[in-house]
C-alpha cells in the first residue's frame, strides 16, 4: 500500500492549524527543502530535510541549516518539551529527528497490520509504502 501526500495538502493542513505558510521544495527522492516567511519584513527561515536511513521499526532524518535557524529549532524544542508526540525524539545538537513509528499513539492500528516500508520524496509530494503484515 502507498500513501501519498502532496506538498499542497501538507501545506494546506500546517496553514489550518498552525497558521504558517510552509513551502516545501524537492531536492531529491530523499530530501526537501522547507522553507516559512514569519513575516514580510523579516527572511525566510529555511532548512534542508534529509530521510537518512529508514527501517519499519525506525525513521531517521537529518536537517541543515543556517546557524540562526538552529537556534531557533533549539528553543522551540526546549519550549516545546514534553508537548511532542511519544515517539518522536528531535537532537537539536546533531540537528537529526528520530522516529519510532510503533510508539506514536496514531499510528498503532495501522501498524498492527502493516508494516513500513518506504519513505520518498516525489517532485510534489511524500510517499509512504507498506506491506502487509
Known amino acids: 500500500m502507498k500513501i501519498t501526500a502532496t506538498f499542497k495538502e501538507i501545506h494546506d493542513i500546517i496553514n489550518k492549524e498552525f497558521n504558517i505558510r510552509l513551502h516545501m521544495n524537492y531536492i531529491d527522492d ?3 527543502e522547507l522553507s516559512y516567511r514569519p513575516s514580510a519584513i523579516l527572511p525566510a527561515i529555511s532548512l534542508k530535510l ?9 525513521v531517521c532524518l537529518s536537517y541543515e541549516c543556517e546557524n540562526a535557524t538552529a537556534m531557533l529549532i533549539a528553543g522551540a524544542m526546549a519550549y516545546a518539551g514534553d508537548k511532542l508526540p511519544e515517539g518522536v525524539e ?20 495501522l501498524l498492527e ?13 511524500v510517499n509512504i509504502a507498506f506491506t502487509l503484515s
Not at 534529509?50 to 525506525?58: E, F, G, L, N, P
Not at 528531535?90 to 492500528?109: A, F, M, S
Open 113 to 125: 497490520v502493516m508494516t513500513l516500508s518506504d519513505i520518498c520524496f516525489g517532485e510534489k509530494e
Open 90 to 109: 528531535v537532537k537539536t545538537d546533531d540537528k537529526r529527528i528520530i522516529i519510532y513509528p510503533h510508539r506514536i499513539e496514531k499510528l498503532e492500528g
Open 30 to 32: 530523499k530530501s526537501v
Open 50 to 58: 534529509h530521510i537518512d536511513a529508514m527501517r519499519s521499526d525506525v
